[in-house]
């Protein structure tokens, strides 16, 4: 669990459920105690993309300023393209799908944003998917 804004900065939200996110201890270390990443909670719909095949995490290329700075400022600070093991834990995730190892609705469970973005790219059917992946 991470304070989403830190105690450090408001120490009035230290035990408010309002203020924890549940993340991944490398992401909140890196996030550490910025006010600069964006809080999941408050988001647009769709302001990450996920692009196939790289996996790599981009802005929706339809934000507007300061929104599209903001959300680069995240990926950035969050590393979530520049550290392999991220990128690399996306494919295990997609490759059994792919495999046909999982079904759609287990992505959708253990992987849901990977999920969203294959059903919002109209990707959902494996073969579709694997052939740009160029898994099987």
Not at 30 to 55: E, Q, T, Y
Not at 57 to 86: G, S, Y
Not at 89 to 112: I, M, S, V
Request: include cysteine; hydrophobic fraction near 40%; charge should be neutral.
């Amino acid at each position: 669990m991470d304070h989403f804004i830190p105690k450090s900065e408001e120490p009035k939200l230290a035990y408010e459920w309002d203020n924890f996110r549940l993340a991944c201890l490398k992401l909140n270390a890196r996030k550490g105690k910025s006010l600069d990443v964006i809080d999941p909670f408050a988001l647009p719909p769709d302001s990450f993309i996920l692009d196939f095949p790289s996996l790599l995490i981009k802005p929706h290329p339809h934000l507007l300023e300061p929104l599209k700075a903001r959300v680069i400022k995240t990926i950035d600070q969050l590393q979530l393209n520049q550290d392999d093991k991220c990128v690399e834990g996306r494919l295990e995730w997609l490759k059994p799908y792919c495999e046909e190892e999982h079904t759609f609705q287990h992505l959708q469970k253990k992987a849901p944003f990977i999920a969203y973005e294959l059903k919002r790219q109209g990707l959902v059917e494996v073969e579709k998917i694997a052939y740009i992946m160029g898994v099987r």
